[in-house]
């Protein structure tokens, strides 16, 4: 695979100028989204400009009459009505990195559903399951057994690698190369590192954006290529997809290739975060690791309330397509409303304590992977490669806890949260 030197970036590197861009201001938005609950249910103006982090509206950010909302029930609605709410305009926040080909989160209407109906069954739990054996194999082989004599690790040195290890071999890719993955970790950080608001960086992150997005485009397509014509066969991702036929409609090379490349972002550093979201709460809340390792059967629950306590997305926007009126306040058509996931899914007219940690609760809908038409399509991915994680971590590591020499991790970040560092010792 041809690398361009201004490429050369490692991993760490590329995830942290991800999460810079994204962290923003000390501002905490739990606090802050709680207030505005209590105070009003539609906040007039860009709530998010003060925390200083770019929206999926990138540069049109502020140039057009923004709203946010807050409650359960309104970012239900916002999510929900993609006809009203629509996402064509997030194509353009992160500039040519992605344009041309299958966007799919930038889709709308009968376009978006068509696209989705011919993807979605490489994604329904009677396939994604079928994945396990490997998944296992990859984290525990790869990745895990080999630290057990070490008693001690930094487990988002893991958390950073194995997801996109993992999609790279479900999607399909030749495993004659273990390190490329690595590359096309660090470059799908780059692409989404190019939507920048800070004047100084932008230029330089949509240069390495565009040079990253080219890079695994070629390499991507090379793989593509190959495998249609040996016949696409296989249970692996890219297969499925050349194969994918909806009353006729089918995916080109080129459609392959732009979606294949738009899921590295998707999957990679959103399954990351998530586990150091999840790791902290099982370390920090009192009694669950006992729980949890004693009854894997609670791991699903582990994950659903870690997702509506801390979901890693805070925020998501729509362009309305059309005037529409929410509490009294006339939104006009065109506008940007910033619906605030990590409000909702605290909102205490729903969620009883919301801001107790309580994996006993009552499930019911939360935001955490979105809702309605876009809702994430690889969430049964995520699911079952967390499940697999956290399994073989509690399994391998007997007694696993936090490293007392290594402050108490935290969750934080204004647009993506997650913890940078989770360091643990066992017996
Ligand atoms: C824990 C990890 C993950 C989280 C928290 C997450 C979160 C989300 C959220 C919130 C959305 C909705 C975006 C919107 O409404 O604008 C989304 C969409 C999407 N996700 Fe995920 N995701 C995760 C993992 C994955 C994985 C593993 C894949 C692929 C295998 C994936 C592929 C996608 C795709 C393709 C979409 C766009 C769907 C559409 O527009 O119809 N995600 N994800």
């Keep these: ?171 399909g890719f030749p495993e004659n190369d273990p390190e490329q993955y690595k590359q096309f970790a660090s470059w799908s950080l780059l692409m989404a590192g190019a939507n920048q608001i800070d004047p100084d960086k932008i230029d330089e992150a949509k240069r390495l954006g565009m040079l990253a997005a080219q890079g695994l485009y070629d390499a991507i397509k090379e793989v593509v290529v190959k495998r249609r014509e040996e016949g696409a066969e296989g249970e692996d991702l890219i297969a499925r997809l050349l194969r994918a036929d909806n009353e006729g409609q089918r995916l080109t090379d080129h459609e392959v290739v732009t979606f294949v490349r738009s899921l590295l972002p998707a999957a990679g550093e959103t399954t990351t975060r998530t586990l150091s979201c999840i790791l902290v709460m099982l370390f920090t809340t009192p009694g669950l690791l006992e729980r949890v390792r004693e009854d894997r059967s609670l791991i699903p629950r582990l994950i659903d309330e870690t997702v509506r306590y801390e979901p890693i997305a805070t925020f998501k926007v729509r362009e309305t397509s059309r005037e529409v009126e929410m509490h009294g306040v006339k939104i006009p058509k065109g506008s940007f409303v910033q619906a605030m996931v990590v409000s909702a899914n605290r909102d205490e007219k729903v969620f009883e304590n919301p801001h107790e940690f309580n994996i006993d609760r009552k499930a019911r809908p939360s935001f955490g992977f979105g809702f309605g038409p876009h809702m994430c399509i690889g969430q049964f991915v995520a699911k079952l490669e967390l499940n697999c994680a956290l399994n073989a971590m509690l399994d391998l590591y007997p007694n696993m806890r936090l490293d007392p020499d290594y402050p108490v991790p935290k969750i934080e970040g204004a647009q993506l949260r997650g913890a940078s560092e989770v360091h643990v010792i066992w017996d």
Excluded at 2 to 17: E, F, G, H, W
Excluded at 91 to 103: I, M, N, S, V, W
């Design 1 to 171: 695979m041809t690398k361009p030197a201004a490429l050369d970036i490692p991993l760490k590197a590329s995830y942290n100028v991800v999460s810079q861009t994204y962290k923003g201001t000390d501002i905490d938005i739990h606090e802050v989204c709680e207030a505005m609950r209590k105070k009003t249910p539609i906040y007039e103006g860009d709530f998010i400009a003060q925390f200083g982090v770019p929206t999926n509206a990138g540069l049109a950010q502020g140039t057009k009459p923004t709203f946010a909302v807050f409650n359960y029930d309104d970012v239900m609605t916002v999510l929900r009505d993609a006809d009203t709410y629509t996402s064509g305009f997030i194509l353009k926040g992160f500039g040519a990195a992605f344009e041309g080909g299958l966007f799919i989160l930038g889709l709308d209407g009968e376009q978006h559903r068509k696209v989705r109906q011919l993807l979605q069954p490489a994604f329904v739990p009677a396939t994604v399951n079928k994945w396990r054996g490997k998944m296992d194999r990859v984290i525990r082989e790869d990745f895990l057994q080999p630290l057990v004599a070490d008693k001690k690790a930094n487990l988002m040195d893991f958390g950073l690698y194995f997801p996109i290890r993992i999609m790279y071999s479900l999607m």
